[in-house]
């Protein structure tokens, strides 16, 4: 029963270093996302995909990369840590059809020091 | 994209007592969705308001969805402890496969 699982948990970076935030889901979702959330800020798209080899921006693509080669998996890539990408990322999947509910994993708290 | 505005962005209150918090919009959504986001966690979804004038209830929780489908508002009765979190509400853009979140209101209910 994992539904949507992040790792890892928590991770301190340093300014210029890269990193990969995994994420799996064992739903069989086809649509799947990441998000990043600040402090007030709510949830804001970063990148979004609609299955397997495909994927879009969403309203803060801007130093992040993504890839879906399997419907289980969805990294989010960062290049060139900067302090303005720390905060908590939540990644989310959710079945095909009008106003299916997305499942959120526990989120991966990022700090760029 | 429509402007979700959630009211208030913080909420403080004592075990027992009652709340509403709101999800407001100038423009008209097809559906809205409510979650709720426990410390440490991810959200998880409460409800999906549909039709304009729907009621949902889910325990002490009410769900309202305004007759013009522009605003939503959420009641909790006698508030616990385990109540504690952030409340978010979201609609799907345009009917498309994204959200988008309101800032959301985080409430604090004191034992």
């Known amino acids: 029963n994992a539904g949507v699982t992040q790792t890892p948990k928590f991770r301190i970076l340093k300014i210029g270093q890269s990193m990969t935030l995994q994420c799996a889901q064992d739903m069989n979702h086809n649509y799947m996302y990441w998000y990043r959330q600040d402090p007030g800020m709510g949830l804001k798209l970063i990148y979004y995909s609609v299955g397997a080899g495909i994927t879009d921006k969403g309203e803060v693509p801007n130093g992040y990369n993504v890839s879906r080669s399997t419907t289980e998996d969805f990294p989010l890539r960062l290049e060139l840590a900067a302090p303005s990408q720390t905060s908590v990322y939540f990644c989310a999947s959710r079945p095909g059809g009008a106003g299916q509910p997305q499942h959120f994993g526990d989120g991966t708290r990022l700090s760029i020091l | 994209t429509q402007l979700l505005e959630q009211s208030p962005q913080f909420l403080s209150i004592q075990e027992g007592e009652n709340l509403t918090v709101y999800c407001n919009s100038s423009s008209v959504f097809s559906s809205l969705q409510w979650y709720r986001q426990e410390p440490g966690e991810g959200p998880v979804l409460l409800v999906t308001v549909v039709t304009g004038g729907e009621v949902k209830k889910l325990k002490r929780l009410t769900f309202q969805f305004g007759d013009a489908r522009k605003d939503s508002s959420l009641h909790i009765t006698a508030a616990q402890p385990g109540d504690t979190g952030l409340y978010l509400c979201?609609?799907?853009?345009?009917?498309?496969?994204?959200?988008?979140f309101g800032k959301g209101t985080k409430l604090t209910v004191n034992p």
């Open positions: 979201a609609y799907s853009q345009g009917g498309s496969e994204k959200l988008v």
